[in-house]
């Protein structure tokens, strides 16, 4: 296998992990890593890329109906840390709704427009 394809084969496989990591940690339950994957710029930006403007805000919401959900069960409630992290998540996921028609090709527009 030549260099060139190998580097495209690495590039894909790591696009489709960045993709839908978020679905193996919602089932096996790794909520905090969830928190830090929602709110890491790499992953947001590869989503939006996609075109999943949607299914990071349904991610999103599932994860806080969780959180929510965590309270109601009995379980050790939402702390101060997870309400905060839903916040950022929530204002992460409003810019980047409202923002998808700006960002244009390049990666800088993504960040400029999330993240000032």
Same mark, same amino acid.
């Given at each position: 296998?030549?260099?060139?394809r190998?580097?495209?084969?690495? #590039? ?8 839908? &990591?978020?679905? !193996? %940690?919602?089932? /096996? +339950? ?6 830090? $994957? ?9 989503? &939006?890329?996609? @075109?999943? !403007? ?8 599932? %994860?806080?109906?969780?959180?929510? /959900?965590?309270?109601?069960? @009995?379980? !050790? +409630?939402? +702390? ?7 916040d +950022?998540?929530? %204002? ?5 709704? %409202? #923002?998808?028609?700006?960002? @244009?090709?390049?990666?800088? /527009? &993504?960040?400029?427009? $999330?993240? /000032?």
């Open positions: 296998m030549s260099e060139d190998d580097g495209e084969g690495k #590039s894909a496989r790591e696009k489709y992990v960045l993709e839908n &990591i978020y679905r !193996v %940690l919602k089932q /096996g +339950g790794y909520v905090e890593e969830l928190k830090r $994957l929602f709110l890491s710029a790499r992953w947001v930006k590869t989503v &939006i890329r996609r @075109g999943g !403007v949607w299914q990071y805000e349904e991610a999103v919401k599932g %994860l806080s109906r969780d959180l929510k /959900g965590k309270r109601g069960s @009995g379980k !050790v +409630g939402m +702390g101060r840390g997870d309400e905060d992290a839903v +950022g998540m929530v %204002l992460m996921m409003r810019a980047a709704r %409202l #923002s998808v028609p700006f960002f @244009g090709a390049s990666n800088a /527009g &993504i960040y400029f427009q $999330l993240y /000032g």
